[in-house]
């Protein structure tokens, strides 16, 4: 039996040392009894208390984010909406967050829901639809007047949904298909009438193509016409200087004879076709 003796002092003392001890991290702060009353508030690190005698409760005091439940609010004009928000809180005062109150959060929670309500009541629903972040703001100044004075700071508040009433949604799901009716039937009309405008220009290009054509067939027909009388009429200055009588015989003669296979020639036309060859 004298074995156990050193063994449970030995248990003891490693009992005694942990209980001894404390640790706190940066972002928790510890409220320190003794015989359960408040002696001081102990910070990040370790620390020795008084075991059995002295108790450490810790505080979070980082940043923390809840949304408050979603609630059925009236507004100035008897419209009920349904809303909820986001709070982003943190605690300054860890000694007041643990003696002045039991459940913190909760308690910011129901705060929040009642500074809403109190609000929205005094605004109309167009109001509220469409001033949300005016909302917010006054949320936000009212409540941390409220819990600055004790422990927490609201650094945040973010109206998260704002739902109308039925009838309106129904109405405003109405009033945006017909929108988008209306939005459709005008991209509709625009682009038949850039269509219309695009055709009209492409038939005017069209005909100003087949003008500027024509015109420079009937010129490229003139110039050929106009280089067909010029070697015509050089031919009858070169050939037929001192015959200009004959000349126009022939002419004649060629168009009276054009239809007929076979030509009869007089003697004189025969001689004067020998002195043009000739004189080539």
């Given at each position: 039996?004298?074995?156990?003796?050193?063994?449970?002092?030995?248990?003891?003392?490693?009992?005694?040392?942990?209980?001894?001890?404390?640790?706190?991290?940066?972002?928790?702060?510890?409220?320190?009894?003794?015989?359960?009353?408040?002696?001081?508030?102990?910070?990040?690190?370790?620390?020795?208390?008084?075991?059995?005698?002295?108790?450490?409760?810790?505080v979070d005091m980082?940043?923390?984010?809840?949304?408050?439940?979603?609630?059925?609010?009236?507004?100035?004009?008897?419209?009920?909406?349904?809303?909820?928000?986001?709070?982003?809180?943190?605690?300054?005062?860890?000694?007041?967050?643990?003696?002045?109150?039991?459940?913190?959060?909760?308690?910011?929670?129901?705060?929040?829901?009642?500074?809403?309500?109190?609000?929205?009541?005094?605004?109309?629903?167009?109001?509220?639809?469409?001033?949300?972040?005016?909302?917010?703001t006054t949320v936000?100044?009212?409540?941390?007047?409220?819990?600055?004075?004790?422990?927490?700071?609201?650094?945040?508040?973010?109206?998260?949904?704002?739902?109308?009433?039925?009838?309106?949604?129904?109405?405003?799901?109405?009033?945006?298909?017909?929108?988008?009716?209306?939005?459709?039937?005008?991209?509709?009309?625009?682009?038949?009438?850039?269509?219309?405008?695009?055709?009209?220009?492409?038939?005017?290009?069209?005909?100003?193509?087949?003008?500027?054509?024509?015109?420079?067939?009937?010129?490229?027909?003139?110039?050929?016409?106009?280089?067909?009388?010029?070697?015509?009429?050089?031919?009858?200055?070169?050939?037929?200087?001192?015959?200009?009588?004959?000349?126009?015989?022939?002419?004649?003669?060629?168009?009276?004879?054009?239809?007929?296979?076979?030509?009869?020639?007089?003697?004189?036309?025969?001689?004067?076709?020998?002195?043009?060859?000739?004189?080539?």
């Amino acid at each position: 039996m004298n074995y156990l003796l050193p063994i449970f002092l030995i248990v003891f003392a490693i009992v005694v040392i942990i209980k001894s001890l404390v640790r706190i991290t940066p972002s928790e702060k510890g409220v320190k009894e003794r015989l359960s009353s408040y002696v001081g508030t102990l910070t990040s690190g370790w620390h020795f208390i008084i075991p059995f005698i002295d108790t450490v409760k810790i505080v979070d005091m980082r940043e923390r984010v809840f949304n408050t439940q979603s609630q059925e609010m009236i507004t100035s004009d008897n419209a009920v909406v349904t809303i909820d928000a986001i709070v982003f809180t943190q605690i300054t005062d860890p000694v007041k967050v643990t003696y002045e109150i039991q459940e913190p959060m909760m308690a910011v929670s129901n705060l929040s829901s009642t500074t809403l309500r109190a609000i929205i009541g005094t605004m109309s629903l167009d109001e509220v639809l469409g001033e949300r972040a005016k909302i917010n703001t006054t949320v936000q100044i009212e409540i941390s007047q409220e819990t600055a004075k004790r422990w927490l700071q609201i650094s945040k508040i973010e109206v998260q949904r704002i739902d109308p009433p039925q009838d309106l949604m129904d109405a405003m799901n109405k009033q945006k298909i017909a929108q988008q009716l209306k939005r459709a039937k005008m991209l509709e009309a625009e682009w038949l009438k850039e269509a219309a405008i695009r055709e009209a220009e492409w038939i005017k290009e069209k005909q100003i193509l087949e003008a500027v054509w024509q015109a420079q067939a009937i010129e490229t027909v003139a110039q050929a016409r106009a280089k067909a009388l010029e070697l015509e009429s050089n031919a009858a200055v070169t050939y037929f200087k001192d015959n200009a009588v004959l000349k126009e015989q022939l002419v004649t003669l060629e168009r009276a004879l054009s239809k007929n296979t076979k030509f009869v020639l007089s003697t004189d036309v025969m001689e004067l076709l020998n002195g043009i060859l000739k004189k080539k």
